[in-house]
């Protein structure tokens, strides 16, 4: 079974992926990990605004080396965001995310392309969002967690410029698919959400 989970920048989709995949002890990738991995080399290189520096780092990715702490910051939001525009280094990420969902048994995936793009053929497709407000508050809770020093009004602002930036693009915009359940997770808590993405999935296993 092939769970495939989109939703703009912090709707809550990684918490869900990580907890359907923990349920049906499938492999999870969160594929914006990818594209925040691309993004920290050419930042750490000086060449974010370098394409083929960009598509270059994509084709050299190695899922094995991928450190999620390192990456889940703000910054690698927005470096991520700009590399994920670019036609090539989605193109250059293709396979490892195909090779990842054709796994024995099915695998969990969750970004923004993975029920129009990546996975079309996914049993089950969720669509997962919350206002931005309150997207943008989880988000501040979880980076001042992790010891970064942010104030709200900046999240929400990255927030914003990150959904129009990934909405408007030409390659692979974040869209739901036709087939996707839309979950609205604004007035859930984490335990309402899994509840609701379970009965979803279930739904869709038994052909409803
Ligand atoms: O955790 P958050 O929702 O803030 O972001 P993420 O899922 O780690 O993705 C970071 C950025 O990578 C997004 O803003 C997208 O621009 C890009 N991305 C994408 O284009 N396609 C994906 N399948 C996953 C992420």
């Known amino acids: 079974m092939v769970i495939a989970i989109d939703g703009p920048a912090a709707s809550g989709k990684g918490t869900l992926a990580r907890r359907l995949a923990a349920h049906y002890d499938l492999p999870h990738l969160d594929t914006g990990l990818l594209y925040r991995a691309v993004g920290a080399i050419v930042l750490a ?19 094995a ?56 053929q996914a049993q089950a497709k969720l669509f997962v969002t919350a206002t931005p407000e309150v997207r943008a508050q989880r988000r501040h809770r979880e980076l001042i967690g992790r010891g970064e020093d942010v104030a709200y009004d900046t999240i929400l602002a990255d927030i914003r410029k990150r959904d129009e930036r990934d909405s408007a693009r030409a390659a692979a915009p974040l869209l739901q698919a036709d087939d996707a359940v839309l979950l609205d997770t604004s007035a859930l808590d984490i335990a309402q959400a899994f509840a609701a993405a379970l009965a979803i999935v279930e739904a869709r296993q038994q052909g409803r």
């Open 45 to 63: 290189q000086g060449r974010l605004e370098d394409e083929a520096a960009s598509v270059e780092a994509a084709r050299a990715l190695d899922v």
């Open 65 to 120: 080396t991928l450190d999620p702490e390192a990456l889940r910051t703000a910054e690698l939001g927005e470096a991520a965001s700009v590399v994920a525009a670019r036609g090539g280094v989605r193109a250059a990420l293709l396979d490892l995310q195909h090779r990842f969902a054709a796994q024995p048994g099915g695998a969990v995936l969750d970004g923004r392309d993975i029920g129009t793009v990546i996975c079309p």
